[in-house]
């Protein structure tokens, strides 16, 4: 106990350290400052010293686990959420009906390579999410490996038609942030199919979107475009594509094969679970904070986005517990079927739109529990520099920058509407070595940077409140 005050005491010392080295500032803006570094500290102290997020991730990836849209552990996670909510005295808790698509991996895959040199050697493979399966006992062909889909498309038909085709781009190390390298190759594994189909080709193979080379292969969607054939589409481990990459250079007859199950079966409903605040001064004025409940079916979602569904709930319970009433109306919302299909972001906007109601903000955790750094913010020039005003604020809590930018999946819908979107920026290194894996798993979220992280959040929605 007595270590507890020590602790806190060392924090509001810092605290107050940085206020004296102001001493020229204006008085007002110097004693809003104050009151909200001070509130900032309780903010932090809630988050590591009384933290629930962590024990809440713990639940929802050990004991419920990976949650695909129309599984059944998606459904107990809906069920899970509510009864949090329930008991973090929220005005209000609702279950926002939505349609979502329910697809199924089927059997494990197999994949083979087949050299005539060197006999069969089994890789890891993952099929695409929404991918067609392969025929009853496999599929067997010839790869053609290339880097591009402007590379493919001269090959042309003659070289692709009857083949597999082997999307062999590796995520590119020089982008600092790791989101960047990623959306740099993520259209190959949306779009690779669907451009390879047009060519003849029979399947399609993609190199994991990894940073990191290992065993474990990454999944994600593949979107089929309309009237083009929807040939089998699976990711490999980047040890695999490294393989598989050597042999074709020794051997231009290579043959693939691989053997995949998966099918959809049809809509299930799902639902939004949102959690309601109402705002003690502006009360038809919204701020949203959220991530998304669905995962894909390999591993827990612990990272994606386990962490920023809880980190979006202990906001409110972080709120009630410091007494504090938010002037904006709060809504914690928990989207359903991010992954495979957006359908609980865009069901939301719809009904906020109908019921006209004004979103300022919304703030989003879908990057991974890592350490926080910043905060992007989906705001221009003048209207962005109130948010900017912040940074030093925050920078006394080592989040570092607040950039121009945004962006988060599920909040993207409410951009038509008017409301500024933003997300919160955690270090992003090791979050592509687990990204929709089997490894993304509750061991590999850190405590501590967790809840830094739910601290920052609350820290934002705070500012959000505030804000004039
Ligand atoms: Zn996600």
């Given at each position: 106990m007595k270590k507890q005050y020590f602790s806190i005491f060392l924090l509001f010392f810092a605290l107050m350290n940085c206020e004296t080295s102001d001493?020229?500032?204006?008085k007002n803006s110097k004693t809003e400052n104050n009151k909200d570094s001070l509130m900032f500290a309780k903010i932090y102290e809630q988050a590591l010293v009384r933290g629930k997020c962590y024990e809440n991730l713990d639940y929802l990836a050990n004991k419920i686990g990976a949650r695909l849209s129309g599984s059944p552990q998606n459904a107990a996670a809906v069920e899970w959420a509510k009864q949090i909510m329930d008991t973090l005295g929220f005005d209000r808790v609702e279950l926002q009906p939505v349609m979502v698509p329910h697809w199924v991996r089927g059997k494990k895959e197999v994949a083979k390579i087949i050299s005539s040199k060197s006999g069969a050697t089994e890789v890891p493979i993952l099929a695409l999410g929404g991918s067609a399966a392969t025929p009853f006992g496999g599929l067997v062909a010839n790869v053609v490996e290339v880097k591009s889909l402007e590379e493919l498309k001269n090959l042309g038909k003659e070289k692709v038609q009857g083949k597999i085709v082997f999307f062999n781009k590796a995520m590119n190390p020089m982008f600092l942030d790791t989101f960047d390298a990623y959306s740099d190759v993520v259209g190959l594994r949306a779009g690779g199919a669907s451009e390879a189909a047009k060519l003849g080709a029979v399947g399609v193979v993609i190199r994991s979107l990894a940073s990191n080379l290992d065993n474990f292969p990454h999944t994600g969607g593949v979107r089929y475009e309309v009237n083009v054939p929807q040939i089998p589409a699976v990711a490999i481990s980047t040890n695999g594509a490294e393989l598989l990459s050597k042999l074709i250079s020794q051997q231009t007859d290579l043959q693939f094969f691989m053997e995949i199950s998966c099918k959809f079966i049809g809509e299930k409903l799902s639902y939004n679970v949102i959690g309601e605040i109402k705002g003690s001064e502006k009360p038809n004025e919204y701020i949203l904070v959220g991530g998304h409940l669905d995962s894909w079916d390999?591993?827990?979602?612990a990272h994606d986005d386990g962490a920023g569904v809880v980190q979006s709930m202990e906001v409110a319970r972080i709120f009630k517990a410091l007494n504090y009433k938010p002037k904006k109306t709060l809504r914690v919302v928990l989207f359903a079927?991010?992954?495979?299909?957006l359908k609980g972001g865009k069901e939301y906007a719809r009904v906020a739109a109908e019921k006209k109601e004004n979103h300022i903000v919304a703030l989003e955790s879908d990057a991974g529990g890592f350490l926080p750094i910043g905060f992007s913010v989906g705001a221009k020039g003048e209207a962005f520099k109130k948010y900017k005003a912040w940074e030093e604020l925050f920078q006394k809590f080592n989040v570092f920058k607040i950039t121009e930018g945004g962006g988060g999946a599920d909040i993207s819908?409410?951009?038509?509407?008017g409301t500024v979107d933003a997300v919160i920026l955690p270090d992003s290194q090791r979050y592509f070595n687990y990204h929709h894996t089997v490894e993304d798993t509750f061991d590999k979220v850190d405590k501590r940077e967790l809840e830094l992280g739910a601290a920052a959040m609350a820290s934002f929605m705070y500012m959000l409140s505030e804000m004039k």
């Amino acid at each position: 106990m007595k270590k507890q005050y020590f602790s806190i005491f060392l924090l509001f010392f810092a605290l107050m350290n940085c206020e004296t080295s102001d001493a020229q500032s204006n008085k007002n803006s110097k004693t809003e400052n104050n009151k909200d570094s001070l509130m900032f500290a309780k903010i932090y102290e809630q988050a590591l010293v009384r933290g629930k997020c962590y024990e809440n991730l713990d639940y929802l990836a050990n004991k419920i686990g990976a949650r695909l849209s129309g599984s059944p552990q998606n459904a107990a996670a809906v069920e899970w959420a509510k009864q949090i909510m329930d008991t973090l005295g929220f005005d209000r808790v609702e279950l926002q009906p939505v349609m979502v698509p329910h697809w199924v991996r089927g059997k494990k895959e197999v994949a083979k390579i087949i050299s005539s040199k060197s006999g069969a050697t089994e890789v890891p493979i993952l099929a695409l999410g929404g991918s067609a399966a392969t025929p009853f006992g496999g599929l067997v062909a010839n790869v053609v490996e290339v880097k591009s889909l402007e590379e493919l498309k001269n090959l042309g038909k003659e070289k692709v038609q009857g083949k597999i085709v082997f999307f062999n781009k590796a995520m590119n190390p020089m982008f600092l942030d790791t989101f960047d390298a990623y959306s740099d190759v993520v259209g190959l594994r949306a779009g690779g199919a669907s451009e390879a189909a047009k060519l003849g080709a029979v399947g399609v193979v993609i190199r994991s979107l990894a940073s990191n080379l290992d065993n474990f292969p990454h999944t994600g969607g593949v979107r089929y475009e309309v009237n083009v054939p929807q040939i089998p589409a699976v990711a490999i481990s980047t040890n695999g594509a490294e393989l598989l990459s050597k042999l074709i250079s020794q051997q231009t007859d290579l043959q693939f094969f691989m053997e995949i199950s998966c099918k959809f079966i049809g809509e299930k409903l799902s639902y939004n679970v949102i959690g309601e605040i109402k705002g003690s001064e502006k009360p038809n004025e919204y701020i949203l904070v959220g991530g998304h409940l669905d995962s894909w079916d390999v591993g827990q979602g612990a990272h994606d986005d386990g962490a920023g569904v809880v980190q979006s709930m202990e906001v409110a319970r972080i709120f009630k517990a410091l007494n504090y009433k938010p002037k904006k109306t709060l809504r914690v919302v928990l989207f359903a079927n991010e992954e495979n299909g957006l359908k609980g972001g865009k069901e939301y906007a719809r009904v906020a739109a109908e019921k006209k109601e004004n979103h300022i903000v919304a703030l989003e955790s879908d990057a991974g529990g890592f350490l926080p750094i910043g905060f992007s913010v989906g705001a221009k020039g003048e209207a962005f520099k109130k948010y900017k005003a912040w940074e030093e604020l925050f920078q006394k809590f080592n989040v570092f920058k607040i950039t121009e930018g945004g962006g988060g999946a599920d909040i993207s819908p409410l951009k038509p509407l008017g409301t500024v979107d933003a997300v919160i920026l955690p270090d992003s290194q090791r979050y592509f070595n687990y990204h929709h894996t089997v490894e993304d798993t509750f061991d590999k979220v850190d405590k501590r940077e967790l809840e830094l992280g739910a601290a920052a959040m609350a820290s934002f929605m705070y500012m959000l409140s505030e804000m004039k």
